[in-house]
Nanobody
Framework: QVQLVESGGGLVEPGGSLRLACAVS????????MGWYRQAPGKQRELVAAATHGGNTNYLDSVKGRFTISRDNANNTCDLQMNSLKPEDTAVYYC?????????WGRGTQVTVSS
C-alpha cells in the first residue's frame, strides 16, 4: 500500500517561513502529479500548489510569489517552501499523490501562523 509521510509543520510568526516535506513510500512508480492541499477549520479543502512529473506547476492565487513547490522524481518526494506566512495560511496541510488510477493522501501536518 502506497503511503505518504508529511513533515515540517509547526507554529510560526507572521512573516516567517516553513518548509513542508512529503515522501511517497512503497511505490516503484512516480506520481503523475504531486500536490499540497490545505483545510482550515470550517472551510473546504483547497489546492495550494501542484507539480506534474514533467515539472509544470500551479498555485493558489493567494500563495503565488510566497510559496514554492518542488519535487524529486527519483526519490518520490515533494516539498513546499512557504515564505512570508500570514495568519490566513493557518490550516492542516495535506500531501497528495496522483497516479494513473488512484490518488493517495497523507495524514496532514498542522501549520499555525500566529504571533
Amino acid at each position: 500500500q502506497v503511503q505518504l509521510v508529511e513533515s515540517g509543520g509547526g507554529l510560526v510568526e507572521p512573516g516567517g517561513s516553513l518548509r513542508l516535506a512529503c515522501a511517497v513510500s512503497r511505490s516503484i512508480f512516480s506520481p503523475g502529479v504531486m500536490g499540497w492541499y490545505r483545510q482550515a477549520p470550517g472551510k473546504q479543502r483547497e489546492l495550494v500548489a501542484a507539480a506534474t512529473h514533467g515539472g509544470n506547476t500551479n498555485y493558489l492565487d493567494s500563495v503565488k510569489g510566497r510559496f514554492t513547490i518542488s519535487r524529486d522524481n527519483a526519490n518520490n518526494t515533494c516539498d513546499l517552501q512557504m515564505n512570508s506566512l500570514k495568519p490566513e495560511d493557518t490550516a492542516v496541510y495535506y500531501c497528495n499523490a496522483k497516479f494513473a488510477a488512484t490518488s493517495y493522501w497523507g495524514r496532514g501536518t498542522q501549520v499555525t501562523v500566529s504571533s
